[in-house]
């Protein structure tokens, strides 16, 4: 989508949609009154048959009839109190309201660069459908293709800046939902490793592929046997973003179970359909280090994807096996459907030796335990930092992501004892995000490390606010928010 910034009037600019927010079907702004006027002062009786009371994103579309220069007027429902979420509304809004419709004018209640980059990050992201396999008639017509945002000086430096910084996170997101959204005989382990590798050297970005035999030299054990009931290699990605001058260094981690059947202890029928999105956290991965080089942020962002398969084939791992791990530490498997933990252990290992950053974040769509205890519209943040909480939980705030700190309860430690091995890899029945991200902290070392549970709002069965149904794209626009926050410390 082509975004641009105008100074023309709501009623001179040429569009097939005007659309503008209200906080009330009484108190109008000057613009709407004057659209109001130009519409021969209509809006109150419509209002009234249509059941419209300016609820936030509720919305109403008219004919313009010629009455101005757009074809039809869009008005949307909006909070009044938060300039930022309102843009975001009407934004979104615009998308929706669209049917053949392939322009938009937007009239933002406040005209700065907050209100800029989260309307573009709404439209571009509100745009968003995927239709990669649909033939013929079947296939996505599109909605907006072009839009403007009035009030707004393209030579405005600030409104400049802020619209590139909404366009690269919304791109962004929308690459990692088109990630998870790909079925897994397409987006297969050396598929998105692919990816990774391809996006990342159109930006001038060295990236290193890691496969089974540079694996298995490594001694990647707890990855690889996840991998062995697999027909398709496993692949580890390392990405490096590291900019001149940059005092910073964060690694992210992303699970990358491209499809994950349960194993051995395999999932019912129903449990698996969607099991292509347990690699989102590779997904998320991806857009946040994309997103890092592109806005040429001055932090050294590196990422880290595992990517494989959790199969059943003839040498798939069992409930019972001893796998040494990278770290040195031996792990008794309990449940081969907790796989995904034993991927990012070995990859949290190698980063923490051979990277050293200052500071590790995995994202992982990790357990179903979360999801029970937080729903599918939030995710779990798991850190012992408390400064480092604070300042993800004010990104997430900043991007409109939902984060809930969970804590990292010492007195289910124990469960992860095992008699045999240094560790198991489940702890026991209740409890259990908590001692998946327990058994992660196992292998972290004294680096600063934040593990966010992503199971939940990654992958959606219906569309939820400005979320769209399938594939979410959540944490990148964290992610970049908290980089961001990072880099202006200096």
């Given at each position: 989508?082509?975004?641009?910034?105008?100074?023309?009037?709501?009623?001179?600019?040429?569009?097939?949609?005007?659309?503008?927010?209200?906080?009330?079907?009484?108190?109008?702004?000057?613009?709407?009154?004057?659209?109001?006027r130009?519409?021969?002062?209509?809006?109150?009786?419509?209002?009234?048959?249509?059941?419209?009371?300016?609820?936030?994103?509720?919305?109403?579309?008219?004919?313009?009839?010629?009455?101005?220069?757009?074809?039809?007027?869009?008005?949307?429902?909006?909070?009044?109190?938060?300039?930022?979420?309102?843009?975001?509304?009407?934004?979104?809004?615009?998308?929706?309201?669209?049917?053949?419709?392939?322009?938009?004018?937007?009239?933002?209640?406040?005209?700065?660069?907050?209100?800029?980059?989260?309307?573009?990050?709404?439209?571009?992201?509100?745009?968003?459908?995927?239709?990669d396999?649909?033939?013929?008639?079947?296939?996505?017509?599109?909605?907006?293709?072009?839009?403007?945002?009035?009030?707004?000086?393209?030579?405005?430096?600030?409104?400049?800046?802020?619209?590139?910084?909404?366009?690269?996170?919304?791109?962004?997101?929308?690459?990692?939902?088109?990630?998870?959204?790909?079925?897994?005989?397409?987006?297969?382990?050396?598929?998105?490793?692919?990816?990774?590798?391809?996006?990342?050297?159109?930006?001038?970005?060295?990236?290193t592929?890691?496969?089974?035999?540079?694996?298995?030299?490594?001694?990647?054990?707890?990855?690889?046997?996840?991998?062995?009931?697999?027909?398709?290699?496993?692949?580890?990605?390392?990405?490096?973003?590291?900019?001149e001058?940059?005092?910073?260094?964060?690694?992210?981690?992303?699970?990358?179970?491209?499809?994950?059947?349960?194993?051995?202890?395999?999932?019912?029928p129903?449990?698996?359909?969607?099991?292509?999105?347990?690699?989102?956290?590779?997904?998320?991965?991806?857009?946040?280090v994309?997103?890092?080089?592109?806005?040429?942020?001055?932090?050294?962002?590196?990422?880290?994807?595992?990517?494989?398969?959790?199969?059943?084939?003839?040498?798939?791992?069992?409930p019972?096996?001893?796998?040494?791990?990278?770290?040195?530490?031996?792990?008794?498997?309990?449940?081969?459907?907790?796989?995904?933990?034993?991927?990012?252990?070995?990859?949290?290992?190698?980063?923490?030796?051979?990277?050293?950053?200052?500071?590790?974040?995995?994202?992982?769509?990790?357990?179903?335990a979360?999801?029970?205890?937080?729903?599918?519209?939030?995710?779990?943040?798991?850190?012992?930092?408390?400064?480092?909480?604070?300042?993800?939980?004010?990104?997430?705030?900043v991007?409109?992501?939902?984060?809930?700190?969970?804590?990292?309860?010492?007195?289910?430690?124990?469960?992860?004892?095992?008699?045999?091995?240094?560790?198991?890899?489940?702890?026991?029945?209740?409890?259990?995000?908590?001692?998946?991200?327990?058994?992660?902290?196992?292998?972290?070392?004294k680096?600063p490390?934040?593990?966010?549970?992503?199971?939940?709002?990654?992958?959606?069965?219906?569309?939820?606010?400005?979320?769209?149904?399938?594939?979410?794209?959540?944490?990148?626009?964290?992610?970049?928010?908290?980089?961001?926050a990072?880099?202006?410390?200096?």
């Open positions: 989508m082509k975004i641009q910034l105008t100074t023309d009037s709501p009623l001179a600019l040429e569009a097939d949609l005007l659309v503008i927010g209200t906080a009330s079907t009484t108190k109008l702004s000057d613009d709407l009154e004057k659209i109001d130009a519409m021969g002062g209509t809006l109150a009786e419509l209002w009234k048959d249509e059941g419209f009371e300016a609820k936030s994103g509720q919305r109403v579309k008219l004919p313009a009839r010629g009455r101005m220069k757009a074809k039809w007027l869009v008005v949307v429902g909006i909070g009044g109190k938060d300039a930022v979420a309102d843009a975001r509304t009407i934004a979104h809004a615009a998308t929706k309201a669209s049917s053949r419709q392939k322009s938009a004018a937007i009239v933002l209640p406040t005209v700065d660069a907050a209100s800029v980059r989260a309307a573009a990050e709404a439209l571009i992201g509100g745009a968003y459908e995927y239709g396999y649909k033939t013929g008639d079947r296939k996505p017509k599109g909605g907006l293709k072009s839009a403007f945002l009035l009030g707004a000086d393209k030579k405005d430096r600030a409104l400049k800046q802020a619209l590139h910084e909404g366009t690269v996170v919304a791109e962004c997101t929308n690459l990692a939902r088109d990630l998870v959204n790909a079925p897994p005989n397409d987006m297969h382990p050396i598929a998105l490793a692919d990816v990774f590798r391809t996006e990342a050297e159109k930006l001038g970005l060295k990236a592929v890691f496969g089974k035999k540079e694996l298995e030299k490594k001694g990647m054990e707890l990855f690889l046997a996840v991998n062995r009931g697999s027909a398709i290699e496993p692949r580890m990605v390392h990405v490096a973003y590291e900019p001058g940059a005092t910073k260094k964060v690694a992210f981690v992303g699970k990358g179970l491209t499809f994950d059947s349960g194993g051995l202890c395999i999932k019912p129903k449990s698996m359909d969607t099991m292509k999105c347990d690699m989102a956290g590779a997904a998320a991965t991806i857009g946040i994309l997103a890092a080089a592109r806005l040429k942020l001055p932090v050294a962002v590196h990422g880290v994807i595992g990517c494989t398969e959790n199969m059943t084939g003839a040498a798939a791992y069992r019972g096996d001893v796998f040494k791990s990278l770290d040195g530490k031996t792990v008794e498997i309990i449940n081969t459907d907790a796989e995904g933990r034993l991927v990012l252990a070995d990859c949290l290992s190698w980063v923490r030796d051979e990277l050293a950053p200052d500071l590790m974040i995995d994202h992982a769509t990790l357990t179903g979360c999801m029970v205890a937080l729903g599918n519209y939030r995710a779990g943040l798991f850190t012992a930092d408390d400064d480092l909480a604070t300042k993800y939980a004010k990104a997430s705030e991007a409109d992501e939902k984060f809930w700190r969970m804590p990292l309860d010492e007195d289910l430690r124990s469960s992860l004892d095992s008699t045999i091995a240094d560790l198991k890899h489940v702890g026991g029945a209740y409890g259990g995000s908590i001692t998946a991200a327990l058994f992660l902290r196992e292998f972290v070392g680096t490390w934040m593990h966010l549970d992503i199971a939940g709002p990654s992958f959606l069965e219906g569309a939820h606010g400005r979320a769209p149904r399938g594939g979410t794209g959540f944490g990148v626009a964290t992610g970049v928010r908290f980089l961001e990072l880099g202006a410390e200096g």
